[in-house]
């Protein structure tokens, strides 16, 4: 079951909200638009957050967990798909919540060179002492319902979220699998190994597909359903730029990301 606006499904005895919509897009100018998807999983013995997101979205994330009745207190867990600045940087925000990242990702993370790649180093470094770290190996049950998919090519520790809802699997794949182009491509826009990427899209849509009505929530693009092996959006994309061209601060141009219908 899902909401009208497209941000809420119901299935079994999950809540999932989606907090942030990701999209499937970068900048050419200057660097990576960083806008990831956050989702939010409610259950009878847990509060999950997949991902959390950059600094860019941390009013988002805020204001929404309030309108759901959420406080930051009350998450009791954060899984990180991986390390990357757009998805990891918010853990500080959740002081309650146990940090669940892989241990490939965590090793591979912590030897980064400063200043050269999309690893926040001192929010890793900070995170390798948190007393509530939980590094974590592939097939793994996470929580109750959730299970780990260890998928590299985007890093060498991605991690796949697969939740079991009882009827159907949702597939969280942050960027092991960014959007519907690589889904169907099994090629990706940023991978250090094209053949373990392909390879891990291969696992992913082995998850997906096993069973009817499961949905896929990638790490840079919208929840997708597959019907009669066709791939279709739920939602549709929304992105919009406000820029100060003129002279006043009343005087903006909205820029239009989304696709034409």
């Known amino acids: 079951m899902t909401n009208e606006n497209k941000r809420t499904f119901l299935m079994g005895s999950y809540r999932i909200d989606i907090i942030v919509h990701g ?11 960083g806008f990831s998807t956050i989702a939010l999983i409610r259950h009878n013995n847990f509060t999950a957050l997949v991902d959390v997101g950059g600094f860019g979205q941390r009013l988002i994330l805020n204001q929404r967990l309030n309108e759901l009745g959420v406080s930051p207190d009350e998450v009791t867990d954060v899984l990180l798909t991986h390390s990357h600045f757009d998805h990891a940087i918010n853990w500080v925000n959740f002081p309650n919540a146990n940090i669940y990242i892989s241990r490939d990702e965590m090793q591979w993370a912590l030897e980064q060179p400063t200043g050269k790649t999309y690893v926040p180093e001192l ?4 995170l390798q002492d948190h007393q509530k770290l939980v590094l974590i190996e592939n097939n793994e049950e996470i929580l109750s319902g959730i299970k780990s998919l260890i998928c590299p090519g985007h890093t060498p520790g991605s991690t796949v979220y697969v939740l079991d809802t009882g009827d159907c699997d949702i597939v969280f794949t942050g960027d092991a699998c960014k959007n519907r182009a690589e889904l169907v491509s099994r090629a990706a826009d940023m991978t250090y190994d094209a053949h373990l990427t392909k390879k891990s899209i291969a696992d992913i849509w082995g998850k997906w597909s096993r069973r009817n009505g ?8 919208l929840p997708m359903v597959l019907n009669n092996d066709s791939i279709e959006y739920i939602g549709k994309h929304e992105a919009t730029i406000k820029a100060w061209f003129d002279g006043a601060l009343n005087q903006t141009t909205l820029i239009s990301l989304s696709p034409r219908n």
Do not use: E, Q, R
């Open 23 to 33: 999209f499937p897009g970068k900048s050419v100018c200057h660097g990576p638009l």
């Open 123 to 126: 929010y890793i470094a900070a």
């Open 214 to 221: 499961g949905i896929l929530i990638p790490g840079h693009d």
